[in-house]
């Protein structure tokens, strides 16, 4: 696969096949198809669905203001558009990067309502290179996600493009212009940083317990029952992007959580706690008058959450406000 830079296919040819004389420019539908693919991928590399789909109607902006016969000579239009796409998250990631040193407190991904929508992946699995991957749906949960922002922009992208959405190292290589080895390398590196976070695999049942009785706890205003839920060393970590009031840095400890959050009850009256799907895993949402306020995701060890995840920021409830109770 040789591409320009912004992911033309020089040569005519690339992974996903060979191009003919002949061949008719791509149908605009089947086109259209990879958004979901992409808009997937760009997700796990940016962690803001916003900037995921900014990202991708450049991609296919640039790919429609070519011409039908530079359209042509592309054997893939999917794998060209991944390789925009993959560059422009790139460099939005370095950029960021610089962004967030001047974020008001902490910043969390955006969290993804439905689950469902955002587990396709790459429908063709590549047999070479095969290192230890997580399976998709792993990689959309918060504590996932939550890593990948420790990681160098470099070994964020081919880490999610090998080993979550399958691309060999070459054909990373191809994308983010570096060798097989030096993409392999990255991903390693990657694979080290996920490792020492020791973020747990509690079963989705054991979890959807857990996040219910707190549920139950806070509803019923019982600081007890909160404390014997939560981990002794549990910590939260809100964001509000500067938008609303929350916490500026994290908190730990049961008993000051379990206070924390009976507070809130106090302060935001006709309060609405619903149990909902976050990042593919058993969450909550808080309403006030039929409106999204907080999205909370949860990491549960054994029978107890350890850590919590408080999004308040309004920017990054948008996807939030079209959810039924």
Not at 140 to 168: G, K
Not at 318 to 324: G, H, R
Request: glycine content about 8%.
């Amino acid at each position: 696969m040789s591409t320009d830079s912004d992911g033309t296919d020089s040569g005519g040819t690339d992974s996903g096949g060979t191009a003919s004389s002949g061949t008719a420019h791509a149908n605009v539908d089947a086109v259209w198809g990879e958004r979901r693919q992409l808009i997937n991928l760009a997700y796990r590399l940016l962690g803001s669905l916003a900037d995921a789909e900014d990202v991708v109607q450049e991609a296919y902006a640039r790919w429609f203001s070519r011409s039908a016969e530079e359209q042509d000579v592309i054997a893939s239009p999917g794998a060209w558009l991944t390789t925009v796409t993959s560059r422009l998250c790139l460099n939005l990631l370095t950029s960021a990067r610089v962004r967030r040193e001047t974020y008001v407190g902490e910043w969390i991904p955006e969290p993804v309502p439905d689950s469902t929508q955002w587990m396709t992946g790459r429908p063709d699995d590549v047999a070479a290179d095969p290192a230890d991957r997580v399976s998709l749906d792993e990689s959309l949960n918060m504590a996932f996600l939550v890593v990948l922002e420790a990681m160098t922009p470099a070994e964020r992208v081919a880490f999610i493009l090998h080993d979550v959405f399958r691309y060999s190292f070459a054909e990373v290589g191809e994308i983010v212009g570096r060798s097989p080895g030096a993409c392999r390398q990255l991903a390693s590196s990657a694979r080290h940083r996920l490792s020492e976070a020791h973020t747990t695999t509690t079963p989705t049942r054991t979890q959807a317990a857990v996040v219910r009785r707190f549920k139950t706890a806070w509803d019923a205003g019982d600081i007890d029952a909160l404390i014997d839920v939560l981990a002794p060393d549990v910590t939260v970590v809100s964001d509000g992007g500067g938008r609303v009031s929350t916490i500026i840095h994290p908190i730990s400890g049961a008993e000051r959580i379990g206070q924390a959050f009976l507070g809130l009850q106090d302060k935001i009256s006709d309060l609405t706690v619903l149990e909902r799907t976050v990042n593919g895993q058993p969450g909550l949402i808080a309403r006030r008058d039929g409106v999204t306020v907080s999205v909370y995701a949860f990491e549960v060890a054994g029978d107890r959450i350890s850590r919590i995840w408080a999004i308040r920021n309004p920017d990054k409830l948008v996807p939030w406000m079209e959810t039924e109770d």
